[in-house]
């Protein structure tokens, strides 16, 4: 039996595990783990950005750059079905103090018609729209995803009015393993982006964030007061280094695979009443 329920149940390869075993840690909090280095200057350069931050987990990773981006009184605008909605404990108006715009995407997904038509005029009785946040792959939306042509007229939507721009990128490779565009594209569009490791990439636990180097040197306190600043964690990074290096091309798998079964699922829709269901589920495997 194959467990389907979501790629956060993937485990490491023993030659991931190997990578892991051979790392070179040291204390992170005071920044000299090396392999955590490593990680992160791989996924800063990666993206054309300056700097990135290890982080366990990519709730703590968007809540952070949450935080980072606003402050109190502020509005996060984002699709309804957004992670950081639905999935993150409210942890927006926790951290942060914010209120939250929702908008109704296409399967997650925003347009920058919808952003500007959401930003609020500067009224003291309104909170002040001050961060946007595009998730991509669309978690809630199925898997959808967005190409950089419509992100591009959201980037500078914000520029023009003065919001910052995250990127919940927790599948951003299986996006860009189908769209065949770069990262480093992708990184000249946000402020912010957030990865996860720990997904599809099948690293065991993990999340970067990344961003310019003064940007991220502030965020470290935040990680810290949330309670993030690990130890030897380049264990763990090595893990996040391998799958960067193997793993990303092989998510082109796992979205085939989840398109067969898409297509196996809409047969069952339209057949569900009929004897035919049987046949086409064989047949289509
Ligand atoms: C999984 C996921 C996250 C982060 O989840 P964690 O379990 O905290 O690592 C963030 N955004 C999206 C869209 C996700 O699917």
Redesign the pocket.
């Known amino acids: 039996m194959i467990n389907l329920i979501s790629d956060?149940i993937t485990k490491p390869t023993p030659e991931m595990l190997h990578a892991m075993l051979q790392a070179e840690v040291g204390d992170d909090v005071f920044g000299e783990d090396p392999t955590v280095n490593a990680l992160e200057t791989k996924a800063a350069h990666l993206f054309g950005k300056s700097a990135a931050m290890f982080c366990p987990?990519?709730?703590?990773t968007?809540q952070i750059a949450i935080k980072m981006h606003t402050n109190p009184l502020d509005e996060v605008i984002c699709d309804e079905n957004s992670?950081?909605y639905q999935?993150?404990t409210g942890g927006f108006a926790f951290h942060s103090g914010v209120s939250i715009q929702l908008l109704k995407g296409n399967y997650g997904k925003i347009t920058a018609a919808q952003v500007e038509a959401a930003i609020k005029p500067a009224y003291d009785w309104l909170p002040t729209s001050k961060l946007v946040v595009l998730?991509n792959t669309?978690?809630k939306g199925g898997g959808s995803y967005y190409t950089l042509n419509e992100i591009e007229p959201i980037h500078r939507l914000c520029k023009s009015k003065g919001l910052k721009l995250h990127l919940?990128g927790?599948?951003l490779f299986n996006a860009l393993v189908e769209t065949q565009e770069s990262p480093l594209e992708v990184g000249a569009l946000f402020d912010s982006i957030?990865v996860?490791l720990?997904?599809g990439l099948g690293a065991p636990i993990g999340?970067l964030l990344i961003g310019e180097q003064d940007w991220i040197r502030q965020a470290r306190r935040f990680r810290k007061v949330m309670g993030g600043g690990m130890r030897q964690a380049g264990y763990l990074a090595a893990a996040g280094i391998y799958a960067l290096d193997h793993h990303v091309g092989r998510l082109k798998e796992d979205n085939d695979r989840a398109k067969i079964i898409g297509q196996v699922l809409e047969h069952y829709l339209l057949w569900s009443t009929s004897d035919l269901l049987l046949p086409i589920l064989l047949s289509s495997t």
């Open positions: 956060t987990s990519g709730t703590m968007n992670h950081i999935y993150e998730e669309c978690n919940d927790a599948r957030s996860c720990s997904k999340s």
